[in-house]
């Protein structure tokens, strides 16, 4: 489906031109609030943060659990955006490794991690499937954890009948213009919880839901974006199912194929493919990687290669070397860090071996579009195995 922006979102634009007021300071005022509220409602949450990124809303995410100089935060190493936002607030990123068949945070390796150090948890709903969002729930709170949700990938996505985003202390989402709710950029935060409200607001806007003192970082969301968010959100709804039933026309094609094989799920939940994800097996069944490459090329089939350079984010310069402020080593250097934890291969030995192998593509297209290139990837699956 291609995305639609039309008169409804000429109207709300429309209603913010008239109103005389392009922004707001307080929480639940203006059309922002009416989508804040209207956000929260939908997902199940008590309250809603609407932000200029989801970047943002991560970065306030980590300072409401309190991460500061010295704290761990648990984060995944597919994507660096947790850690990234972590490093924002002088925190250090540790890495759980992933469940190789979902590509999600493996509870497991969240357990075998977890020091006195440790703050917070940032798992990433990956590509649209949810995470087992009730053992990482269940952990963070045995050890007195904040379990933050990156949603960015996962709007409308559900483990055992709730939302991504409600299962987490807090959730977030992104708008950024490739995701299946697009308004530019922007973002939301979502929260049940009135002490991390609180402290999300405090630093968000211009902190006058608390006395405490603190950053003040203006990340609010424009009466105009909220405007175009109004509106999408109900057209996402549209949007998710068909992408859903695009990636079943992949699923189809690869069904019967023993070396390519689409991300799986668990029980109980619903994968709404933000980007459809496969893990290329082919050298186990006598295939070569650049045998296939190239028949994905002849083919003139979507699927790439070499996400995040195909290396877990602990390999990059910024966590391995200690580059994200030039020199100076910080904050992965911090005195006040008194753990031992170091970034070297072998870390997450499931995200090492899943990256090179990962393919992906986008769903949200014409269905003709998605039909077309499934016809050609079967095409590169044929011509990879000789036939």
Known sequence: MPRIFDEQDLAQLKRVLDSGSLGSMGYNQGIRGEFERKFAARMGAKYGIAMSSAMAGLH?????????????VICDPIVQFGAM????????????????????????SVKQVISPYTKAIVCTNLWGQPCELDKLREIADEHGLVLIEDCAHAIYATHKGKYTGTWGHIGVFSFQMSKQMATGDGGIVTTSDDKLFNELMQMCSRGSHSPKLSYIWNYRMTELVAAVALVQLDRTLDYVKESIENANIYNEVLKDCEWLQPQGGYEDSVNTYHLYATTFH???????????????????????FGYNNSQPAYLHPMFKDATAYDDTGCPIKCPFYKGNYQYKPGLCPNAEELMPRLMITGVLTAKENIARDAENLRKAIKQAEGS
């Not at 980590?62 to 010295?70: E, L």
């Not at 490794?97 to 497991?108: C, Q």
Request: net charge negative; glycine share 14%; hydrophobic share 35%.
């Open 60 to 72: 306030m995410a980590v300072s409401a659990a309190g991460v500061g100089p010295g704290a761990e």
């Open 282 to 304: 082919g050298d186990k069944h006598g295939i070569k990687l650049d045998a296939f490459r190239k028949a994905l090329g002849d083919n003139h089939c979507s699927f790439g």
């Open 85 to 108: 936002a972590t490093m924002y607030h002088n925190g250090y990123p540790v890495f759980a490794d992933v469940d190789p068949r979902t590509h999600n945070m493996d509870p497991d």
